[in-house]
């Protein structure tokens, strides 16, 4: 598989953010009947939500790299690495994808999607739209089903504490898988280490 080359993520993050976020914010007012603000800036205080979603987040983030640092996952590692690598992203670029990724899809599926059918079925449908449970690799399937625990992770911090906090947790998830597979990548790959 090709990487995605640095205008078309560019592209693919802007439409995340705002085009996910509008569908998030169309399914709170149309169908959930809420006040859009109630729902996207309610929850207890902001630093409680940064306190639980930088925990939350990065206890995810050690619980995935020892997950794909194992040897039965070491396909799916090398398989990301070689994405990543090829793509050669700068600490600003994952920065901007994290962030792209984690409000848009906050906004779509835990505060849009969540409240209409429930925390466990919007992180499986979150994780069956990443393509990350296939019928034909079982490894990918089983860090698919890590993936629902996290992601109904995130469901719980929304419901609990607010928006911010799962935003919070997605990001340092997403920043740290990010930094470490690309820095694995180019620490085993020197030749890929020129920007």
Known sequence: MVPPDKKRLNYLSWLTLFGMSAIG???IHYLQQKGVRTVLLGGKKYY???LAGLFFGSLAAILGLVMINGR????IRVFFEGMIGGMNPTLL???FYSFCASVGEEVLFRA???PLIGVWPASILFVLLHGYIHPYNLNLTIYGIFLVVICAGFGYLFRYFGLFSAIIAHFVYDVSMF???KYSYRSENPESAVV
């Open 93 to 95: 670029h994952i920065l």
């Open 25 to 27: 914010i169309l399914l």
């Open 112 to 114: 849009g999607i969540q």
């Open 72 to 75: 039965r996952f070491k396909g």
């Open 48 to 50: 409680l939500q940064t």
């Open 179 to 181: 930094c470490v597979l």
